[in-house]
């Protein structure tokens, strides 16, 4: 038996269109949350961001959430929270999206990235423990792929220094039975589209703390203390403007959506569980292709679903995989370009070579396709598209 041609040789491809890496679902229902708002009083600043917050609280077991326009704005306003500014460090891994650093840039202070576990591309605790210095005010951690950050070893490394989770891909997800949200003093969210709850734009920062969170309550709002309601109730016109803010409030038209979305939260991870074990399984006698080792005790929510590929074993490099399973009409992708690597960084004066796992890692990784709308069919086109690609690569 010959072995069948590659799409990019001319061969037919594995799927007649393309499958996205990730996609929103969004229900009736949800349409008509939607509606209900634009019909309401409120269309920002309203009683469905209230009741965003409280249910969002609710899944991450913590006493607060504050709503903002984005996951970027929710670690901006994360940070300034945590009291970040010029001259300060702050810790991150080298392989994230490069919101989680920019944070750290906007508020005057330098990132600093730390190397990562090569079998997790989880934030290595060690060399967290080499990044830090006297300077070094907060360490963010990445829930990378959908699992979260070992924070009980970063803790114990960081000491008197303050661990954040950038959970923007783990919402759903849980370590020893304690929900995302509520492992570190304060979490950071996204709801875009390709996230777990899909808001169009939108963000949120969970924490117990009462006094971040009025902090984070008024940073989104221009760092004004008192917002309209409580002005209106106390039959007031005044406010007092206190810390320069910005305007990142989420509208209700927003976390109507947002709200709606979080109903399913839960079957959707499971289903994302399903087709992560069917992965799994199919990769399980795939030699040259490894997926990412979830730690013990972590219900993964699986927001991307990352294969390393053994170098050794296949004489084309990922570029080459990419093209040939793009061609076959697998949407993959790569989750990320290390944020040194960026331009802007490099003329900020990092360099490559510092980073030898998560460097290592970029140059082997690939994101396969993971939605809840997935069937099971369209993941093992995925498997096949991968074995039939691989067998044409193997040396
Ligand atoms: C999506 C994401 C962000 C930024 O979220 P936006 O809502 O797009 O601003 C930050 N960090 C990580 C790890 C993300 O995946």
Redesign the pocket.
């Known amino acids: 038996m010959t072995a069948p041609r590659l799409a990019i040789d001319g061969g037919s491809p594995v799927r007649d269109a393309l499958l996205p890496y990730g996609r929103q679902t969004v229900t009736d229902r949800d349409i008509a949350a939607v509606t209900d708002a634009l019909r309401s009083d409120f269309l920002t600043t309203g009683p469905r961001v209230a009741k965003f917050e409280e249910a969002l609280a609710e899944v991450a077991g913590t006493r607060h959430a504050v709503a903002v326009s984005?996951?970027?704005?929710a670690?901006h306003t994360m940070l300034a929270a945590a009291g970040v500014g010029p001259g300060d460090e702050v810790i991150v891994p080298v392989i994230?999206?490069a919101?989680?650093a920019n944070a750290a840039l906007y508020l005057g202070a330098k990132p600093v990235f730390a190397d990562l576990d090569p079998d997790t591309l989880l934030i290595d605790p060690g060399s967290v423990e080499r990044c830090l210095t006297p300077r070094t005010r907060a360490i963010v951690a990445?829930d990378y792929a959908g699992q979260p950050a070992d924070y009980e070893a970063l803790a114990a490394v960081a000491g008197e220094v303050p661990v954040y989770a950038?959970a923007?891909?783990a919402l759903g997800g849980s370590s020893n039975g304690e929900p995302v949200g509520a492992l570190t003093e304060m979490s950071s969210f996204?709801?875009?589209p390709v996230?777990h709850v899909a808001a169009g734009?939108?963000?949120a920062i969970t924490t117990d703390d009462d006094d971040l969170a009025e902090a984070m309550r008024s940073f989104r709002n221009h760092g004004i203390t008192t917002d309209h309601a409580r002005r209106a109730a106390a039959g007031t016109w005044t406010y007092d403007m206190e810390v320069l803010g910005f305007n990142y409030r989420l509208s209700d038209i927003h976390c109507a959506l947002a709200t709606s979305q979080l109903e399913r939260l839960s079957a959707n991870v499971t289903r994302r569980q399903e087709i992560a074990a069917r992965y799994d399984a199919g990769f399980s006698e795939l030699s040259g292709v490894t997926p990412l080792v979830t730690r013990e005790g972590v219900f993964n929510a699986h927001h991307i679903y990352v294969v390393l590929l053994e170098s050794s074993q296949f004489k084309s490099g990922r570029a080459e995989f990419f093209s040939a399973l793009r061609a076959e009409n697998i949407g993959v992708n790569v989750h990320y370009i290390p944020v040194p690597w960026h331009p802007y960084y490099r003329e900020l004066g990092y360099e490559r070579g510092a980073w030898p796992t998560g460097e290592d890692a970029y140059e082997r990784m690939m994101t396969l396709p993971i939605w809840p709308g997935m069937t099971d069919e369209d993941a093992d086109d995925v498997i096949e598209a991968v074995r039939k690609v691989t067998s044409a690569y193997r040396r």
Do not use: R
């Open positions: 984005s996951g970027t704005a670690l994230t999206f919101a989680t990445v950038d923007c891909h996204s709801f875009h996230k734009e939108g963000g």
